[in-house]
């Protein structure tokens, strides 16, 4: 069975986000995937501090909840990462828990020696993200974070699915289309991981962060 983790990215419970990545958590459920919810504004989990404990331990060794996160996102296929955009990047709660994930990428490259540079990565993670202006670069910053922090999971930005223009709680049920795009989206990264990976053309990375 394919294991994805969701991980809700927005302080708020019933945000735009929050309601997106619902809808892509039962498109992947239909397609018959395991899910783990995470919502990070439950969580105790400190900013990275920067101390390299993982550098020896292999893991981070700061005590709290990022420990059975790090252990579940060794073990998943895929994974539904959904922010709001703040400051032209992800939320302070998402940046928390990407910068703790360099234990991870301290394994990876560090300890277990992996080359840079990897093109097929066996993981594939989707990216839903919304925010309030319509600037043409309104997702670049979160979308090289995303595509950096996932590469330290050993996994491919698959695809992001952002929308401009949403601002209050709610709003995104008003964007013609969304709710099924993020329904479709789910159940199209578990049908993509169960039959080996399909490029998918939709939302391609703008040129320069490829
Ligand atoms: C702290 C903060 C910073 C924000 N920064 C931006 C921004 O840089 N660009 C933008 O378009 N919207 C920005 N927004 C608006 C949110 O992205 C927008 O309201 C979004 O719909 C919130 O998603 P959510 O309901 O999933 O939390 C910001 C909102 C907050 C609270």
Redesign the pocket.
């Known amino acids: 069975m394919i294991k994805i983790a969701a991980v809700f990215g ?3 419970r019933k ?5 997106l990545l619902n809808h892509a958590i039962a498109g992947a459920s239909d397609a018959g995937a395991q899910i783990t919810k995470i919502v990070l504004r439950d969580l105790k989990m400190s900013p990275c501090l920067e101390i390299y404990g993982c550098k020896k331990a292999g893991r981070c060794v700061i005590k709290d909840d990022y420990g059975d996160i790090e252990e579940l996102f060794q073990r998943i296929d895929g994974l539904m990462l ?7 990047t992800v ?1 302070a709660h998402t940046k928390i828990l990407m910068d703790r994930c360099n234990s991870l990428w301290v394994k990876k490259y560090w300890i277990d020696k992996r080359p840079f540079g990897r093109k097929n990565y066996p993981r594939k993670g989707l990216f839903i993200s ?4 319509n ?1 043409k670069r ?1 997702f670049d910053g979160a979308l090289l974070s995303v595509k950096y922090f996932m590469d330290a999971l050993d996994m491919e930005l698959w695809k992001p699915l952002l929308f ?1 223009g ?4 709610g ?2 049920a008003d964007a013609p289309g969304s709710l099924e795009a993020a329904y479709d989206a789910g159940k199209a990264l578990v049908q993509t991981l169960a039959d080996g990976y399909r490029p998918d053309g939709d939302q391609p990375l703008p040129d320069d962060l490829q």
């Open positions: 927005s302080p708020r945000g735009n986000t929050s309601t959904a922010s709001p955009i703040f400051f032209y939320s919304v925010g309030s202006t600037g309104l401009r949403i601002e209050t709680e709003q995104i």
